[in-house]
């Protein structure tokens, strides 16, 4: 018995790992979330499907229920290969350091499978370069929904790096550009990118100044630094 952690991708259900679609051919069970595209529960034929992410008028499930699931699955004697799916990678913003370290207390075994976290994939797919020689030599990937009821707020805003990619950071946007502006210029170029790498993909322009008063719906990131003008660039855009 094994539970895989396995990395679903950005969105678009070909970007997933051939080990992860390896996995899944031969899951019993696949307990996934709102943001693993369900095209990618096709590899895993008749295994049993647990869905654990929001539902609209139903309980939330919350991160100890999740845990328990996956661990009342691994301890089912019928289940010899049971997969936790989450969108993008798991340990960028999935927590699953806190799912991983619930199976090592029980002793369960388990395997990570990595994926194409949205944070780098879903800029780079539309040729959106986080770091670009001359124009940015790192970049900082943070969330824009700290966890209120944390005791100590860790997110300064005074990034040093060239390029800061915001995740989860849409309903809070005004609040987060101005934190920002704060060590950078108004002007500073800024680029949203909704449902990246979906169909309905969206790209919005703009300066910290300005993108807090743009319609954006989510999911999506906002990425800001002058290496958006190199993507106007390679896209054509003046
Ligand atoms: C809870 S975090 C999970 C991140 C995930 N583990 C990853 O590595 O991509 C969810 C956030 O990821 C970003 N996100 C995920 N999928 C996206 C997509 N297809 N397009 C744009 N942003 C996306 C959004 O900022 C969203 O609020």
Redesign the pocket.
């Known amino acids: 018995m094994v539970v895989y952690l396995i990395?679903a991708g950005?969105?678009n259900p070909e970007l997933i790992t051939l080990k992860a679609v390896k996995a899944l051919n031969k899951a019993d069970v696949v307990i996934y979330d709102r943001?693993a595209n369900e095209k990618i529960l096709e590899h895993a034929g008749e295994a049993k499907l647990i869905y654990v992410g929001k539902k609209a008028g139903e309980h939330y499930k919350s991160q100890d229920e999740i845990n328990q699931i996956i661990i009342n699955e691994a301890k089912d004697t019928s289940n010899n290969i049971i997969v936790r799916l989450?969108?993008?990678?798991?340990f960028?913003?999935?927590r699953g350091g806190e799912e991983i370290l619930s199976l090592i207390s029980e002793g369960i075994k388990f395997e990570v499978i990595p994926?194409v976290?949205?944070?780098i994939g879903?800029p780079t797919s539309l040729g959106l370069p986080v770091t670009h020689r001359g124009v940015a030599t790192s970049f900082t990937v943070v969330t824009g929904h700290e966890d209120p009821t944390k005791n100590r707020k860790q997110v300064k805003w005074d990034y040093t790096a060239d390029t800061i990619i915001v995740?989860?950071?849409?309903g809070k946007m005004k609040e987060n550009t101005s934190e920002i502006m704060k060590y950078r210029d108004s002007k500073t170029p800024v680029c949203v990118?909704?449902?990246?790498?979906?169909p309905n993909e969206k790209t919005i322009f703009g300066t910290l100044g300005d993108i807090g008063d743009k319609d954006i719906n989510?999911?999506?990131?906002l990425i800001v630094g002058n290496v958006i003008d190199v993507f106007k660039e390679i896209k054509g855009i003046k």
């Open positions: 990395g950005p969105g943001l989450k969108g993008g990678d798991p960028v913003f999935g994926g976290t949205s944070a879903v995740l989860m950071g849409i990118i909704e449902n990246g790498t979906l989510t999911p999506a990131i």
